[in-house]
């Protein structure tokens, strides 16, 4: 009788799960996973740790750096002032990291998509999840750059290099 | 028996749990027996899961517009509209206390009754919630895509702002009428003298296409009674408004009894777009006013308050065909059109039947000259002549009717506490279901226009006694959910509601959720003491004024150590939230600010001021969590004796 009931206890989960499927899937969309590349990258997760070949998690994937454009760069450093400056400054550690030579370990992408997603970044990313321990566990605000904007602040980083 | 008992409940259990996964849409008539769907399933809302209606709903003598989610009677936010929030700093902050100026000066307080969502082509279009000040006569916008009050107007001539604040079926106007009738123009004089000297005004306030902004066009002074409630007309009836009237006896004292004299009072049919040909030929006088129009700009994050001085008066005995009664039974309260607008329904509160109006028949017995008198040079119409049908008996002290767009009335009946569905056309009752208790307004999504969305009617109740547990001798009021879409309604949910409810206006969520902002870009504030960075943060002085200049950001504030600040000083702090993502606000106050805290959304700003009275270091914090160091978001000012000569300064981890 015990069996009896444990299968008809299958039966109605199983029931349950047929029936709601769909609708399930619907709601909670599956988080697609970092693709994993066929030869690790290996990362540094200190601060200090350079990283430059290593893309991070989010959507972007691949930028193309050219010399640098000084008026990108411009644009950028108006949007970073305005958003950003509150937690970095150039030459030292503030709240966040010091981002004077942030090219020199970083790669565009990565940076990017932690201005991008930080959230996504400081669950995912392993570095990311470094730096937040690193800093007290402040974590980084996502102040809704556009892609666009992001980019122009990479160009300003790049003309940070000392 | 026992474990085949168990088995059985189990298979069941199994079909439950399959039945409930599919049944979000399910109708009365797929579920039944054994299988049917309990009212538990119908008003669950699981979590994470929005809502499918927004009901906004009158917090009385709270003042404030409460925002709940339907079918499952969730707050979601209350409003701040005519009182003052500290919550919210609404009226608290500098920003916000214009809009609370009358000119009977700064007014803390209100009783909020009526609201109305904006319309386009007679349907709800969940841009704006219009709402009345009882008290203080005034007419507030709130803005669905931020849901904040942006707007208020007061209305001159008027008292007891009781028969607003309803709108047109393309936002023409929204329209406020007075209850009590006052002397006009105001004046010290005998009450005795009532009769003929005290006036009614009916207000129609031009309503802005672009953003919905309020403009006092002309009023309409009627006589001496009292204006109870009003409804747009629609469809064919577009152009005119119906107002109840009652005290048509006008009585000054002990209107309880004095009041209820005549047999008939009578709805007031008002043409509104003769109106505005008499206004565009020039038939109006202009009157000298007094009235503040208080408007909240989103880019400066704050409010102005203007004093107007005047106003158009249209006299209806000078305008012919701008006003007729229509004799309806003993004191009507509701005054409610249907969606095709043919039917006006007069809810006769002390009468035993309830009388709905024809407008067709109106029209045709105003071609035909077919008057009974006439009232303060107002014609009279017959009351056989515009009668379309009455409801006999379906209870006792009708106050308001809706519509499901399906044929159907709904009415709550005060004294027997009930609603009761009637058919139009037949006039026959169909149901009726209890209420608990004492049942006021009633409202179904989309309500007050041609097309209401007929699925749940909430009932709002002045009266509750034993529904909820005690809470000393002050118990709730609540709003009661009924499942509208079978021939029979069924109560599904009794839920608390803030202050009294009055009327209420519902909307399909679809039609508000996408124009909902999550945060003010910091590139769009102009507030005059924003700082967009905080390399731009400062303290400034100016006599005996200090301006702070400050920003905040997870999770600190800059400049966070302030000194040079003296005892007699008066304090502004200038606040920017530099955050740029949904949902992230953060609030600040100081020890001793006689004053609230404030409560900064992304990219906005705001002030408050404190006068410290003693000398020392006083600290100022972060007041909603909003980061892991949330507890670390603090600052010092120090306060110095008011003969010290220590300099401003202000510093941020240094």
Redesign the interface.
């Known amino acids: 009788?015990k069996s009896?009931?444990k299968i008809?206890?299958f039966?109605?989960?199983l029931?349950?799960i047929i029936?709601?499927g769909s609708?399930e899937e619907k709601?909670t969309p599956v988080e697609s996973k970092p693709v994993k590349t066929e030869k690790p990258v290996k990362i540094n997760t200190s601060e200090e740790g350079t990283n430059l070949h290593y893309k991070g998690v989010g959507e972007i994937k691949s930028v193309e750096l050219g010399a640098i454009d000084q008026k990108m760069a411009e644009q950028g450093k108006e949007i970073f002032?305005?958003?950003c400056?509150?937690?970095h400054k150039i030459g030292k550690k503030?709240?966040g990291p010091d981002l004077q030579n942030v090219m020199k370990r970083r790669s565009p992408e990565w940076v990017m998509n932690m201005i991008l997603n930080p959230e996504k970044m400081t669950k995912e990313d392993p570095v990311a999840k470094q730096l937040l321990m690193d800093f007290?566990?402040?974590?980084m605000?996502?102040?809704?750059?556009t892609k666009e904007e992001t980019r122009t602040v990479v160009e300003y980083f790049r003309t940070l290099q000392k | 028996m026992k474990?085949i008992n168990?088995?059985i409940g189990?298979?069941i259990?199994?079909?439950v749990?399959?039945t409930s996964?599919?049944n979000s849409e399910s109708s009365p008539k797929k579920s039944g027996g054994a299988l049917k769907s309990s009212a538990a399933e119908k008003v669950y809302v699981a979590p994470?899961e929005h809502d499918e209606f927004y009901a906004f709903i009158s917090g009385g003598f709270s003042g404030q517009l409460s925002v709940y989610g339907l079918p499952s009677g969730r707050l979601l936010k209350v409003v701040p509209v005519f009182s003052q929030d500290p919550e919210k700093a609404w009226g608290y902050n500098e920003e916000t206390k214009p809009m609370l100026n009358t000119s009977h000066g700064f007014i803390p307080w209100d009783d909020a009754h009526h609201p109305d969502i904006s319309q386009t082509n007679g349907q709800v279009d969940g841009r704006y919630v219009y709402i009345n000040a009882n008290n203080t006569p005034r007419i507030a916008k709130v803005d669905l895509s931020t849901f904040e009050t942006t707007e208020i107007i007061e209305v001159p001539n008027s008292a007891g702002n009781h028969s607003s604040s309803f709108v047109t079926e393309n936002s023409e106007y929204v329209v406020a009428g007075t209850r009590f009738s006052v002397p006009f123009p105001q004046r010290d004089m005998s009450i005795k003298d009532y009769k003929g000297n005290f006036k009614g005004a009916l207000s129609f306030i031009k309503l802005d296409e672009e953003d919905g902004g309020m403009d006092l066009s002309f009023q309409i002074m009627m006589p001496g009674f009292n204006y109870d409630l009003s409804h747009p007309g629609r469809g064919k009836s577009h152009g005119w408004f119906f107002f109840t009237t009652y005290n048509t006896e006008e009585a000054n004292t002990l209107l309880e009894v004095n009041a209820s004299q005549n047999d008939k009072d009578f709805i007031a049919a008002v043409n509104w777009k003769k109106a505005e040909e008499y206004i565009k030929a020039g038939k109006f006088k202009t009157v000298p006013a007094n009235y503040a129009h208080n408007v909240y700009d989103e880019k400066t994050h704050t409010a102005t308050s203007t004093m107007k001085k005047e106003v158009r008066i249209l006299d209806p005995a000078e305008c012919p065909g701008l006003v007729y009664f229509l004799p309806t039974p003993k004191s009507p309260h509701g005054c409610d059109v249907d969606p095709s607008g043919e039917y006006i329904v007069g809810n006769g509160k002390l009468s035993a039947n309830l009388t709905v109006h024809s407008f067709t028949k109106m029209l045709k017995a105003i071609e035909d000259k077919k008057f009974d008198g006439e009232a303060y040079g107002i014609p009279i119409l017959k009351f056989e002549d515009v009668l379309a049908g009455v409801v006999e008996q379906p209870g006792l002290g009708p106050l308001h009717t809706e519509f499901d767009g399906k044929g159907n009335a709904y009415t709550t009946f005060f004294i027997s506490s009930e609603v009761v569905k009637w058919k139009l056309d037949t006039w026959e009752v169909i149901d009726r279901k209890p209420t608990y208790y004492s049942v006021g307004h009633l409202m179904i999504p989309g309500g007050n226009s041609s097309k209401p969305f007929g699925k749940y009617v909430i009932a709002m109740n002045k009266i509750t006694k034993d529904r909820y547990l005690p809470t000393g001798p002050e118990v709730t009021q609540s709003a009661q959910l009924y499942d509208i879409t079978g021939e029979k309604m069924e109560l599904l949910l009794d839920f608390p509601t803030i202050g009294e409810p009055h009327y209420a206006a519902g909307i399909p969520a679809d039609l508000v959720k996408p124009r909902s902002k999550q945060?003010f870009p910091?590139?769009e504030n102009e507030h005059e003491y924003a700082v967009?960075?905080?390399?731009e943060t400062k303290v400034v002085r100016k006599g005996n004024e200090v301006h702070i200049y400050m920003?905040m950001?997870?999770?600190?504030f800059?400049p966070d150590n302030i000194e040079g600040v003296k005892v007699g000083d008066k304090v502004y702090f200038h606040v920017t939230n530099?955050?740029?993502?949904y949902d992230?606000p953060h609030g600040i106050s100081v020890i001793g600010a006689n004053t609230s805290e404030l409560l900064i959304m992304p990219g906005q700003t705001e002030t408050f001021v404190w006068e410290p009275k003693q000398v020392g270091v006083w600290p100022f914090y972060c007041t909603d969590f909003c980061?892991?160091?949330h507890q670390e978001m603090q600052g010092y000012v120090r306060v110095s004796p008011k003969d010290s000569d220590i300099d401003l300064s202000w510093t941020l981890?240094e």
């Open positions: 009788m009896v009931i008809t206890t039966l109605s989960m029931l349950l029936s709601c609708k709601k002032t305005a958003k400056s509150a937690c503030f709240i007290n566990g402040a974590p605000a996502n102040q809704n750059l | 474990k168990g088995l189990l298979v259990a199994g079909l749990m399959l996964c599919n994470g945060y910091l590139e967009k960075s905080e390399a920003t950001i997870r999770s600190h800059a530099l955050e740029q993502d992230v980061s892991a160091l981890g």
